[in-house]
């Protein structure tokens, strides 16, 4: 967009019509010397990959995206940048008109509990150095509920079913990558503790009752208190004994 509001993010954008995953042609991109806030659009996606190796469904009408970054970090602040995604998102939706949008932990917007918008970090290293981070949006913004497969569609929305109009997808991108670049500006001067402010007032994971699936373990149940400062989950377990959950997903019970 013309009147893009940034300074680094979206100066370079590529848009496709069709690509299998904007992630995957971020990566590429990325490992090709194309630098930091560099985005990648698409109108739609063939194979784009959701967390925990999910296929993620890719429509017309969405607004897929892939935002490359090279921030100059350590592996263990990942889960932060997923976190401030979220932030963004949230604060990008409140500027059309969407008030009520809550953030699942780690990285899912919700509005009135089901599912509007999905987050995807993905790290590219090189002897166990970051070189870059790719962090794949996806927001189901014009698609009417009936293009997703049945299975999908009680526990996800699309924006505009909420709002009852279109929305205007070149807005959405604009409106994101101003807001993602605020964030990202926050990230890189280490003020985590903003964006972890902003993320736990719009949370709608804490405070409720969870069923946890962490990788390689078995699903416990617990409450979950907060997150801590390095963006995990601290849930306290039936028997009383905190447990710091760092990646994962967890099912809302209460
Ligand atoms: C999730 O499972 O919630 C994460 C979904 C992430 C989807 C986005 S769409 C743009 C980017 N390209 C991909 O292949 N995935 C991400």
Redesign the pocket.
């Known amino acids: 967009s013309k009147n893009l509001n940034t300074k680094y993010i979206g100066k370079d954008i590529y848009i496709f019509n069709e690509v299998?995953?904007?992630?995957?042609i971020?990566k590429f991109l990325s490992m090709n010397g194309v630098g930091n806030g560099a985005v990648v659009i698409?109108e739609k996606?063939t194979?784009?990959?959701?967390?925990?190796g999910?296929n993620?469904e890719?429509p017309l009408g969405?607004v897929?995206?892939?935002i490359i970054l090279n921030p100059n970090v350590n592996h263990s602040k990942i889960p932060l940048i997923t976190l401030a995604t979220g932030v963004a998102v949230e604060n990008t939706l409140k500027r059309i008109g969407v008030k009520n949008a809550e953030i699942k932990w780690p990285?899912?917007i919700l509005i009135h509990g089901k599912?509007v918008?999905?987050?995807?970090t993905e790290a590219i290293t090189s002897f166990n150095t970051i070189e870059s981070v790719i962090i794949?949006?996806?927001i189901d913004a014009n698609i009417s509920i009936e293009n997703f497969p049945e299975e999908l569609r009680e526990n996800m929305t699309t924006l505009n079913d909420e709002i009852g109009e279109k929305v205007d997808e070149n807005l959405l991108i604009k409106l994101f990558l101003e807001e993602f670049e605020k964030i990202s500006e926050q990230f890189i001067n280490e003020e985590y503790e903003t964006i972890l402010k902003e993320w736990r007032k719009n949370s709608y994971t804490i405070g409720k009752i969870v069923e946890v699936h962490e990788p390689f373990s078995k699903p416990y149940d617990g409450y979950v208190l907060g997150i801590s400062r390095d963006g995990s989950l601290v849930v306290e377990k039936i028997d009383g004994t905190l447990e710091k959950v760092i990646s994962g997903e967890c099912i809302i019970k209460k």
């Open positions: 299998m995953s904007t992630n995957t971020a698409s996606q194979k784009a990959r959701g967390r925990s999910k993620w890719s969405g897929w995206l892939s990285n899912d599912k918008c999905g987050i995807l794949g949006v996806g």
